[in-house]
């Protein structure tokens, strides 16, 4: 069975949104089972504000599940651009990974989510991508042949999955839920190619 790991941090619930529909994604897919994990916040001396284990929702991502996972999918909602503070954390912390080479040849992905259009989620979406390149991971986007990449008027990139909130958090869209499972689908299907 292929796990792919799915990390992310969601300050307000749309990023654990995403997190769950391409959940389904990777388990649509024969001998695929998706890991949900998420990363708790972090003060400003980068020390871990959070009890050890989350009050709901999934548990905390440990670098064991970074090490034994068969593909991995990362998400954050954008800051001016760039990732939230708690994932950048979480990957700092992964040298002993990349020391191990265990992420090496794997298939990656990322998604994020912003409360406009112009957000900044195609530069956070290919900053995400830099630290798995150094871990030596495939990465992945979605394929143009995915139709609702051709036909959303909110979210969704072919660098990865995206979702515009909006001020109050609104719904995924029908599109953006489709382009969320279609890249949870892409990793996993390219994890059992390269198994």
Known sequence: MSQIL??????????????????????????CSAIVRCVP???????????????????????????NCDGL????????????APLKYFLDQSSQVWLSGALIG???GVFTATSSHHGGQESLLISMMIPLMHHGMIISGIP?????????SSGGTPYGAS???GRDGQKLTTDESDICKALGRQIAE?????A
Request: avoid cysteine.
């Open 106 to 108: 794997k298939p990656a």
């Open 41 to 67: 916040d972090v003060s400003p001396n980068h020390q871990q504000t959070e009890a050890p284990v989350p009050d709901d929702g999934p548990p905390y991502a440990s670098m064991d599940d970074l090490k």
């Open 144 to 152: 143009y042949s995915e139709p609702a990449l051709q036909q959303t």
């Open 163 to 165: 979702h515009i909130s």
């Open 73 to 84: 999918l990362i998400g954050s909602p954008s800051y001016f651009g760039n990732m939230a």
């Open 190 to 194: 390219l994890s059992i190619k390269l």
């Open 6 to 31: 799915v990390v992310y941090y969601s300050r307000y619930g749309s990023v654990s949104r995403m997190a769950q529909q391409i959940a389904l994604g990777v388990e649509a897919v024969t001998g």
